[in-house]
C-alpha cells in the first residue's frame, strides 16, 4: 500500500510568487492534515479535513494561504504571495476513520522563499 | 485550545542507557496521545501510542505511561542504541481527531 504522497519534495521560489503543494493521502483515509514544521519545532496544524470538508482551519493564515480538496481524496495547499517566514516543511498526513488520531505523514515539501 | 509541553529539548545518553522524555498537556478531553520519531530531513513515523482507558503500554524496548490526573505522559527507551538519534515528538489528541504535537526532544545516543 502506497504510503501519503507529497510533491514536489523541494521548492524554491522568490518572496512574493506564489507557489502550491499537493499531497494524496493514503486510500480509504477520510482525514487530511497539513502541517507547517519550521526548523527544529514541531509540526503545526494548519487546516484538517473530514472528506471534502475543512473542519479546523482557525490556524491557516488566511490572508495568504488556501487550501482545497475539492472531492475528499487529493488536496493542494496554496501560498500566495510568499513571504520570507514561510520557509518551512510543509506536512501532509491522513488518518482513517475509526483510528482517530493515527496520522501517517508524508515526505513533506521543503519550501524556501529567497 | 490544547498546548502541549514536552522536556527536555535535547537529551545525551549513554549507549545501553535509558532515555526518558516528558510532556504536559492541557486539555482533559484530550484522549489519545502518539509518539513520533523523525529522523533527519525524513518524516515524523507514529512509533508508539497510549489511549486514556490505560495507563502504560509497552512495546519491546519504548514503553509510555499516561497519569491523567497530573495531564502528563512519558516515554521511555530501554538499552538505547545509535538508531534511536533522531527527534521525539509527542503529541494529543481529541475525539474529533485534532492532534497538537509538542516542540520535540533531539535524542543523541552517545557511543
Known amino acids: 500500500e502506497a504510503g501519503v504522497v507529497q510533491s514536489p519534495r523541494y521548492k524554491i521560489i522568490e518572496k512574493k510568487q506564489p507557489v502550491a503543494f499537493w499531497c494524496n493521502p493514503i486510500?480509504?483515509?477520510?482525514?487530511l492534515y497539513w502541517y507547517r514544521q519550521n526548523l527544529g519545532q514541531g509540526p503545526e496544524l494548519l487546516i484538517r479535513?473530514?472528506?471534502?470538508?475543512?473542519?479546523?482551519d482557525s490556524q491557516l493564515p488566511k490572508d495568504r494561504f488556501s487550501a482545497e480538496r475539492l472531492k475528499g481524496v487529493d488536496s493542494t495547499l496554496k501560498i500566495q504571495p510568499a513571504e520570507l517566514g514561510d520557509s518551512a516543511v510543509y506536512l501532509c498526513?491522513?488518518?482513517?476513520?475509526?483510528?482517530?488520531?493515527?496520522?501517517?505523514f508524508g515526505q513533506g515539501t521543503r519550501l524556501t522563499v529567497v | 485550545g490544547e498546548n502541549v509541553e514536552q522536556h527536555p529539548s535535547t537529551l545525551s545518553v549513554q549507549e545501553g542507557d535509558s532515555a526518558v522524555i516528558k510532556c504536559t498537556y492541557s486539555?482533559?478531553?484530550?484522549?489519545?496521545f502518539p509518539w513520533y520519531k523523525q529522523e533527519l530531513g525524513k518524516r515524523p513515523q507514529l512509533i508508539i501510542d497510549?489511549?486514556?482507558?490505560?495507563g502504560e503500554k509497552k512495546d519491546q524496548r519504548i514503553a509510555v505511561t499516561l497519569n491523567k490526573t497530573a495531564k502528563h505522559f512519558s516515554l521511555h527507551i530501554t538499552e538505547t542504541q545509535p538508531e534511536d538519534s533522531a527527534v521525539y515528538f509527542c503529541?494529543?489528541?481529541?475525539?474529533?481527531?485534532?492532534?497538537?504535537f509538542g516542540k520535540g526532544t533531539r535524542l543523541h545516543i552517545l557511543p
Open positions: 498526513a491522513s488518518s482513517s476513520p475509526g483510528r482517530q488520531g493515527e496520522a501517517f
Open positions: 486510500s480509504g483515509h477520510n482525514t
Open positions: 486539555d482533559s478531553a484530550s484522549n489519545y
Open positions: 503529541a494529543a489528541s481529541h475525539r474529533d481527531d485534532k492532534i497538537i
Open positions: 497510549i489511549r486514556s482507558n490505560v
Open positions: 479535513y473530514e472528506n471534502e470538508e475543512a473542519v479546523d
